[in-house]
């Protein structure tokens, strides 16, 4: 290994020897900011996220942000150590070292790397709390922090291919009413029957336009319950639609069309998890391509979905390892990640360069 892929191994295990569950992420958060500082760099935190500009900041240059996460899901309880960074031939397993901490010092090495140099564009590295839980003191607090961030470059696993968009996602609370009875008698309004004739208006509901690259909103009914006993007939039934939507409505616009189709009403959770999608000829896109790098669609969530701005997600590791016991990550894999990820700031400069040029 070369000095880098030794520095990012040693980093990696010392995180997954902190623990660092959503929402307590204090202790990794300084590990990173002394890390950052002892390699020169002059960090900056909020809460528990750390970020740090590249020197020579210029704000009439575009920004790129380079983005991971240092929070992890709790261990499963079949977890051998999950606090115990631990090599057995090219495997490093341990708690977050797929999900996403490969990505996070893959990130970090490419940071220090060209935080000297002379780009098209500024960089600034964020390695964020709360992604786990979309918590409001990971990105969303960070933010507008970070002041005018033009692109970003988002660490997940995706085996370093490009996942050029991710779709949105909208849980809906859904509670048909009707009038209570007794069952024997016929009488009453059944809200079960209500809630049915929803479900199905929900399973088969088309939208009109249909994304060029994430295709079709999908809807799925997930959870049911209604009635109090046997011989009374439910004046509520409530439901629970999973929405997962795409940047040809916003979250919003899809919320009311879905309100209409419907009789229940329909009470969202939250509207702030967006689709996320990157054309094809934006230069994040063309430098992907340039790399080598196979764009897809993610089926998982991340930050971008927070993002107002456009973003691609890449990172070492595979997302079919994510929240799994006895997670871990290939030593080649980090290696794999830093040469990936110099590589393509250096296409996406030549993009920059000949978009700026």
């Known amino acids: 290994m070369d000095k880098a892929v030794t520095d990012a191994v040693e980093l990696l295990k010392r995180l997954i020897a902190t623990p660092s569950l959503s929402r307590d992420e204090a202790r990794t958060a300084e590990l990173i900011a002394g890390y950052l500082t002892e390699h020169g760099a002059v960090p900056e935190r909020l809460a528990n996220n750390v970020w740090v500009r590249s020197e020579g900041f210029d704000p009439a240059r575009p920004t790129l942000l380079l983005n991971s996460h240092h929070d992890t899901v709790r261990p499963a309880a079949s977890y051998r150590d999950p606090f115990v960074p631990t090599v057995e031939g090219d495997r490093l397993y341990g708690l977050g070292s797929n999900d996403a901490g490969a990505s996070a010092v893959c990130l970090i090495q490419t940071f220090l790397t060209f935080r000297k140099r002379e780009l098209p564009f500024n960089l600034v590295l964020a390695v964020s709390a709360e992604e ?59 809200a079960l029957y209500i809630a049915l004739e929803d479900i199905a208006r929900l399973r088969s509901f088309r939208f009109e336009r249909e994304s060029e690259l994430l295709g079709p909103v999908g809807i799925a009914v997930t959870q049911i319950e209604a009635g109090t006993q046997h011989n009374v007939v439910p004046d509520t039934c409530r439901f629970v639609a999973d929405i997962r939507t795409t940047d040809a409505y916003t979250n919003e616009e899809t919320v009311e069309i ?25 230069p994040l896109m063309r430098a992907a391509r340039a790399a080598g790098r196979t764009p897809y669609v993610s089926p998982t969530t991340s930050d971008m979905a927070l993002m107002p701005f456009p973003s691609l997600k890449m990172g070492p590791g595979q997302s079919s390892r994510s929240h799994t016991a006895d997670e871990f990550v290939l030593l080649t894999e980090i290696a794999e990640g830093i040469a990936v990820y110099e590589n393509y700031i250096e296409k996406l400069a030549l993009e920059y360069g000949k978009t700026l040029g």
Do not use: F, W, Y
Request: aromatic share 0%.
């Open 132 to 190: 786990e839980c979309m918590g409001e003191h990971g990105m969303r607090a960070l933010l507008p922090a970070l002041g005018r961030i033009d692109m970003a470059l988002v660490g997940e696993p995706t085996g370093m291919q490009a996942a050029a968009g991710e779709r949105g996602l909208v849980v809906l609370d859904c509670t048909a009413h009707g009038k209570s009875g007794h069952a024997a008698r016929g009488e009453g309004v059944n």
């Open 258 to 282: 879905l309100r209409a189709a419907i009789r229940s009403d329909a009470v969202p959770r939250s509207t702030r998890i967006r689709a996320s999608a990157l054309g094809a000829e934006h």
